[in-house]
């Protein structure tokens, strides 16, 4: 018992608590109703005692909410909740994990300057480095995710932010993250890591030496595929330099996102688990299949960089799993028509395990030479498994393989 509890006050004493413990109660301040469970303040603006009380809030001098463009209890809770778990100063929600990614660039980067961006990188984060910020004088190099020397060998004396996602998308290829750090930090730049398919259940980039987490928080934060958004997360003094941006360009989290995801990080540690589980049960099945040519998992022991992945990533290797077929395309095809349940979307993150054929979707657009030239061939398939039972979703590739060969 908290005995000289009051409103306002945090929920919970929690010194030294555990991360299940901290994704179940941080950042909640309970409102004088004494609601168990966290509130959700649709509310644009706020009111004020008086007109001084309003001007101290405006100018910042004393603490209060102003308009929800700018603070929301309901999202503050959220960014608390989130920012105990990766073990950041503070963290920023964002409408969605693009605009996350833009508000980062926005915050720390000017014409002129210069950033590195991984090769193996989320499609619409490509177009955004390559059609928008590159109209706006910012120079961007591509580098091999796996190869710390060739970032080394990139950086410039303009570069002012390392970008990258591990593991990558598809092909689960690893970034050593504590070494681009290093590099980064030597060439006076932010090393910047989107840590959508890890979260901080299985991966905290931070510890390991990176300025800046970026979230999709649309995928496992959410789990259930239900709402966009994202979050941005790091030291207090970065972090305000991305409030500034926020608040002013304008898109920022909508509480009652903010809430479902609140209450998708109390599960967040038991359900990565259990897709990390499935996921290797499958990874290993899969490697055993006659159909199957390669498997890609950095939970396998065939996985080039396996040793890496288990110091980096100690709560899992993550939840999607990419396959080449023997057959190329139409194998891949006939195999994707085969299943039953499994749904045929791009999506992942969600309860509901998904199949995707890369080279005629997500990569679908790029020239046939650059799909090779990235690893994505055209028997490539691509599983981002859910919390299903484990044998029926077996079952269903097993139609898939049955029809592919
Ligand atoms: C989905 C995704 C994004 C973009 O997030 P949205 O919430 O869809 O805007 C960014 N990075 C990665 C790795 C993603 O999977």
């Known amino acids: 018992m908290i005995t000289d509890w009051h409103p306002g006050q945090l929920d919970s004493d929690l010194s030294g608590a555990d991360f299940d413990t901290l994704a179940v109660r941080a950042g909640y301040r309970r409102s004088p109703e004494g609601e168990h469970g966290e509130a959700i303040f649709t509310t644009s603006s706020y009111v004020f005692r008086d007109a001084a009380h309003a001007a101290a809030c405006f100018a910042g001098s004393e603490p209060g909410n102003v308009y929800s463009r700018y603070t929301n209890p309901t999202v503050r809770t959220f960014e608390e909740r989130l920012a105990a778990l990766e073990g950041a100063e503070k963290a920023v929600a964002t409408a969605s ?84 750090a290093a590099i980064a930090h030597e060439a006076g730049a932010l090393l910047v890591v989107d840590n959508c398919f890890c979260t901080p259940a299985l991966q905290q980039p931070l510890k ?12 496992y934060i959410d789990g259930q595929g239900r709402c966009l958004g994202g979050a941005v997360a790091g030291s207090k003094e970065l972090m305000t330099e991305v409030v500034g941006f926020l608040r002013t360009a304008g898109p920022s989290m909508s509480p009652f996102n903010a809430w479902v995801f609140l209450k998708g990080l109390e599960t967040l540690r038991l359900r990565m688990r259990a897709h990390c589980a499935s996921s290797m049960a499958l990874a290993l099945w899969l490697e055993q299949q006659p159909q199957v040519e390669k498997v890609y998992y950095a939970g396998l022991d065939s996985h080039p960089q396996h040793t890496l992945a288990c110091r980096q990533q100690p709560g899992g290797f993550g939840a999607v799993v990419s396959f080449d077929i023997r057959g190329g395309q139409e194998a891949a095809w006939r195999f994707i028509d085969a299943t039953r ?7 992942l993150g969600d309860a509901k395990t998904t199949i995707t054929h890369p080279a005629s979707t997500t990569h679908g657009r790029l020239k046939p030479e650059e799909r090779a030239g990235m690893g994505i061939g055209d028997g490539l398939l691509r599983i981002a498994v859910g919390l299903e039972e484990l044998e029926d979703i077996r079952a269903d590739l097993q139609r898939g393989l049955n029809a592919a060969g």
């Not at 990614?101 to 961006?117: E, K, N, P, Q, R």
């Not at 961007?140 to 970008?163: E, F, G, M």
């Not at 349940?341 to 999506?347: E, F, L, R, Y």
């Open 208 to 219: 390991l030496g990176a300025d800046v987490v970026i979230h999709s928080a649309t995928k």
């Open 97 to 180: 994990g693009m605009s996350a990614i833009m508000a980062t660039v926005m915050s720390f980067c000017s014409a002129g300057d210069h950033v590195l961006v991984s090769r193996s990188i989320f499609g619409a984060t490509v177009s955004l480095f390559d059609k928008y910020f590159k109209r706006f004088g910012i120079e961007v190099t591509y580098v091999a995710i796996d190869d710390p020397q060739a970032w080394k060998a990139a950086c410039q004396s303009n570069t002012r932010l390392l970008y990258l996602e591990s593991p990558s998308n598809p092909l689960a290829e690893l970034a050593d993250i504590g070494a681009l």
């Open 341 to 347: 349940m499994i749904s045929i979307t791009a999506n």
